[in-house]
């Protein structure tokens, strides 16, 4: 029995993820991308960069990531 639900809340998760994003969360979207881009690239950089630098590109990408990830899955009021 406790399968089933499971399964029931995974598949609302796939479907909530295929389905059309808000214009408002395609932008969020957009910008998290962003910021993901430019922390990987701060952290990836082949020069010697401060401690700072490299603890904030963290966070960037951890913020990105999220932020990427809660508005593909955020669907209209219907």
């Known amino acids: 029995m406790c399968r089933k ?3 029931d809340e995974l ?5 909530r ?7 408002f969360f395609k932008k969020l979207r957009l910008i998290g991308l962003v910021s993901v881009t430019i922390g990987t690239t701060i952290l990836a950089a082949p020069v010697t960069v401060p401690a ?10 951890l913020g990105g990531t999220v932020l990427t990830a809660v508005s593909q899955v955020t669907v209209e009021n219907e």
Do not use: Q
Not at 52 to 61: D, F, K, P
């Open 5 to 7: 639900t499971n399964f």
């Open 11 to 15: 598949s609302s998760f796939k479907e």
């Open 52 to 61: 700072l630098a490299t603890t904030l590109a963290g966070y960037i990408v």
């Open 17 to 23: 993820a295929r389905t059309e994003t808000p214009i």
